[in-house]
């Protein structure tokens, strides 16, 4: 009887090996091919050469750097108000049930919203107001995805805190706002630190609003990434570049927060 | 009707023991209760038996059978578990007919037996509702009834009715009883109660830290409990135990304590136990004991008495309080040969 | 106390209303334009006119019915595979962290850079799996006629798969131990327990997942735009693209917003159909 139990061990050792090898493969295969040169790259089964910064140096150039900086910025600030609002929004939510069940399906049938409905809004309104030239479009833009998200996410972990946290704080002498801040705050901070990094990403990632509402000649990361894919051929070697620089950050970035992912997940989702 | 068997059965994690090469028979068609204190090895020992733990070392077996490598469900046991483990999602009746269905018994057939199984447990009206809506009394029916229904070799029971409030906990062990002894199987029951180890079994299973302490009729592990350790493990109010010495069939605690005993032989050091139940008080003017406190439990009270440093309990008929109440001076005597005598350093019975 | 309950809440339905409730209804003014970006003064109100138009382009039901295979192709695959490596990340027992993290890790790229990745590594010329299969005498166009769309719904595959994953993990950790084990003892083959006692406790966090991966995979845009940007012909011409197409190549913004709209209200009638089925079955 045991003898079935190890098939099926084997099989699951299999087919995560074959996961990991699936996962890792492009990435590794992108992150050599960004330190070969042009004539290199026509081979495209050359693995042992003699790596080559040329692709580096042209991206970085390129200001690619610049561009990762300017996304830097743009998620910052949407992440930092999705955070405060959302927290508030979350607690406000779990705690007295405010807009009913009603709220939680809300927020989702946010999510719904392909960005292809929202845009031409958010052009036409940056033109009529004048501010085209600034960020302040491409930050509301990916409010309008980043919030609801991070307000989702967080109504799970503060479900979790017992109310008679506050209560004794309450008891204690605190106003409502205080007992919040200082008592349940710091309670599912694991919570916050988790959407942020999560929301980040979303931010990070979008190439749609970015590619139409970001000031002209000031690109964000992933639409900079595109650019090399231009008409007159890809710019391969200086696309991997870019790519790896778009793509470690996030990614060390999730390897902190799965966990959270989980558990904030299982605190939200599953609760349907 | 099957015998099991434990032989030198070792449950080990890394470095730590749980369950210490204990050998325990289980005669066929007999209840047999595994009882101790949390941390024994007793639940480990059953799920062992049901295949759900691995064994370190050692050998079950089921009617001569070894059974170690098997999976559960190839062992013929079933097992009704202390939160009764119900499929939520479905209803009383296919709750009860799962073991059927899985073992590719035809659907019309399987409910059908369920119905017959389900009324006869009392739960014919509810077999269409789900585990959520039933009370704890009833979910636990259900969870006996998918036990019954495969009539397997064993049954194995894991604190079924620690969950119930005490009243319905009384009730469900008469039926519980009653079943085991109607369908006849070996059953092989979990609990930390020892009222419940002692009104149910036909054999008990004292546990502690891993090891076996003593086997045997419940009648004859209370009588002559072979420990320290049994002799206050089963028994309720708790045996008055105590360090001292017998001199002229006088036994002196250590905290002063002085009860008259008969006829037992003067010794320097002992261990001496004496059931609140066995424990003779009488009113004496300069007794050696004072009651503090008195417990009307309706036909029977409990004495509690302070003796030198000791406390100690006493129950006696209510009837019989007479100038026993509270501040009462009384002299202690052990009835007749009822007084337990232990090795003091080992805790092991003087005259096993 | 009800103030404080407003207070909280405020800052997020105010961002909500500036961010999405204004652009929105915005936007559906634009539908009922003849808004062109490149025109100047006020556009002309058409009333339903784009509506009809759009609805009786056959580019746009061609974009929709591309869209809808690749949501069907792409998203059943990651549910299967998501299924398949949830259980057995769940079992498994030494570097959980480790593993889950690098599986978990391509969801987190942006999708642009993970076309883009695809669009190198399927090249005839320069990529390493066509040069692979070569070797082994097969020839296979990635990106060629009938095709492309394929192997976006495999992009997607790719790096969405993890999310299903994630989604699903959490729901099989929230599943009860006990039940699973009494199906054990109760003869229950390891298939039988899979189908019978898993699989059912499951189905609300599978249907979830699918719904919001389902809702996610329609706005497909990047993985077009990093490789095939529609074609061959418009084979992969998906929604969102040809939205962006309607909008910002050919600046017909009213138009572009009305194919927004039928979008939307595909979308949102299917989600009600299935929330009304959710709660009736619910309620059983």
Avoid at chain 2, 50 to 78: F, H
Avoid at chain 3, 108 to 134: C, E, K, S, W, Y
Avoid at chain 3, 232 to 249: H, K, L, M, S, V
């Amino acid at each position: 009887m045991t003898k079935g139990v190890n098939a099926l061990a084997a099989a699951r050792i299999l087919l995560l090996s074959a996961a990991a090898v699936v996962v890792a493969f492009p990435l590794l295969w992108v992150a050599i091919a960004s330190l070969k040169s042009p004539a290199q790259l026509n081979d495209p089964g050359l693995i042992l050469f003699l790596p080559n910064l040329e692709n580096w140096a042209r991206v970085l150039e390129a200001g690619i750097l610049n561009a990762a900086g300017r996304s830097a910025f743009v998620a910052t600030v949407t992440v930092a108000f999705s955070v405060v609002a959302g927290s508030m929004g979350a607690y406000a939510i779990s705690a007295y049930k405010a807009g009913g069940s009603a709220t939680r399906f809300g927020i989702l049938a946010a999510q719904v919203l392909p960005p292809a409905v929202l845009v031409f809004p958010f052009l036409t309104m940056a033109y009529a107001l004048n501010i085209n030239n600034t960020y302040v479009p491409i930050i509301f833009a990916h409010l309008s995805f980043v919030l609801p998200v991070i307000t989702w996410f967080l109504i799970g972990f503060f479900d979790a805190v017992p109310r008679s946290l506050e209560e004794q704080a309450r008891v204690d002498g605190f106003s409502r706002f205080a007992a919040f801040r200082l008592v349940v705050l710091p309670q599912v901070l694991p919570g916050i630190g988790a959407a942020a990094i999560f929301g980040f990403t979303l931010s990070w990632n979008d190439m749609f609003y970015g590619l139409i509402l970001a000031p002209p000649r000031e690109t964000i990361l992933p639409v900079a990434i595109s650019a090399f894919n231009t008409f007159r051929g890809v710019e391969l070697g200086a696309m991997s570049a870019a790519i790896i620089i778009a793509v470690v950050p996030v990614v060390i970035a999730s390897f902190f927060i799965q966990r959270r992912l989980v558990q904030g997940i299982s605190g939200g989702a599953v609760k349907f | 009707m099957a015998e099991v068997r434990f032989n030198k059965v070792r449950k080990q994690y890394g470095s730590s023991v749980i369950v210490d090469d204990v050998d325990i028979e289980f005669p066929s068609g007999s209840l047999t209760v595994l009882v101790g204190p949390s941390g024994c090895g007793k639940s480990t020992s059953l799920r062992m038996l049901a295949g759900l733990e691995e064994v370190t070392s050692g050998e079950i077996t089921i009617d001569g059978r070894v059974v170690n490598a098997l999976e559960p469900k190839d062992r013929d046991v079933a097992m009704v578990f202390q939160n009764y483990a119900l499929y939520p999602h479905l209803s009383v009746l296919e709750n009860i007919a799962f073991p059927l269905r899985a073992t590719k018994t035809p659907r019309a057939d399987a409910l059908h037996r369920a119905q017959g199984v389900a009324d006869s447990l009392g739960l014919g009206a509810l077999t269409g509702r789900k585990p959520k809506d039933l009370s704890g009394g009833q979910q636990q029916r259900v969870a006996i009834g998918r036990a019954i229904i495969r009539q397997p070799s064993v049954f194995l029971f894991d604190e079924p009715l620690s969950n119930l409030d005490a009243k319905l906990r009384v009730e469900t062990r008469f039926e519980l009883m009653q079943i085991q002894r109607r369908l006849g199987i070996t059953a092989v029951y979990v609990t930390h109660d020892q009222e419940e180890a002692m009104t149910m079994s036909d054999r008990m299973v004292v546990m502690e830290n891993g090891r076996v302490a003593q086997t045997g009729p419940p009648a004859e592990i209370y009588a002559r409990p072979n420990s320290v350790f049994v002799a206050t493990f089963v028994g309720s109010p708790k045996m008055n135990v105590l360090g001292g010495s017998v001199l002229d069939q006088v036994f002196h605690s250590k905290g002063g304590a002085i009860i008259s005993t008969a006829g037992i032989a003067s010794r320097e050091a002992v261990t001496f136990g004496v059931r609140p139940d066995d424990l003779q008080v009488s009113p004496a003017a300069s007794g050696g004991g004072t009651v503090v406190l008195v417990e009307l439990l309706g036909p029977r009270a409990i004495l509690h008495i302070d003796a030198g440093s000791d406390r100690l309990t006493s129950v006696v008929d209510a009837d019989r309080l007479g100038e026993l109440g509270q501040g009462a001076t009384v002299d202690l005597r052990v009835r007749v040969h009822a007084e337990h005598l232990f090795d003091p350093t080992s805790g092991f019975r003087l005259d096993a | 106390m009800t103030r404080f309950r407003w207070g909280m809440l405020a800052p997020v339905l105010a961002a909500t209303g500036v961010a999405v409730g204004f652009p929105l209804a915005y936007a559906f003014y634009l539908s009922l334009t003849d808004y062109k970006l490149t025109s100047r003064g006020a556009p002309d109100f058409v009333g339903l006119e784009n509506y009809l138009f759009v609805l009786s382009d056959a580019r746009m039901w061609n974009a929709f019915g591309n869209t809808a295979t690749y949501v069907a192709v792409a998203v059943t695959v990651q549910t299967v595979l998501g299924l398949a490596i949830a259980l057995a990340l769940q079992k498994q027992q030494w570097a959980r962290d480790v593993t889950r993290a690098m599986l978990l890790a391509p969801m987190f790229i942006t999708p642009i850079a993970v076309g883009l990745t695809f669009r190198f590594l399927l090249n005839d010329q320069l990529g390493a799996i066509p040069a692979v299969l070569r070797s082994i005498g097969i020839s296979y166009d990635f990106f060629g006629p009938s095709n492309a769309l394929l192997t976006l719904s495999f992009i997607d595959v790719w790096q969405w798969t993890p999310f299903m994953v994630l989604l699903l993990l959490a729901g099989l950790e929230s599943i009860p131990r006990q039940p699973l084990e009494a199906a054990r003892v109760d003869g229950a083959s390891a298939w039988y327990a899979f189908r019978r006692v898993v699989l059912p406790l499951l189905t609300p966090v599978l249907t979830v997942a699918v719904l919001l991966r389902s809702l996610d995979a329609l706005k497909v845009f990047e993985y077009v735009y990093a490789t095939t940007r529609g074609g061959p012909g418009t084979e992969t011409e998906t929604i969102q693209f040809f939205t962006y197409q309607t909008g910002i190549q050919f600046f017909r913004l009213g138009e572009a917003s009305a194919v927004a709209f039928v979008l939307l209200a595909i979308v949102l009638t299917f989600i009600v159909i299935l929330f009304r089925r959710l709660q009736r079955s619910a309620a059983r």
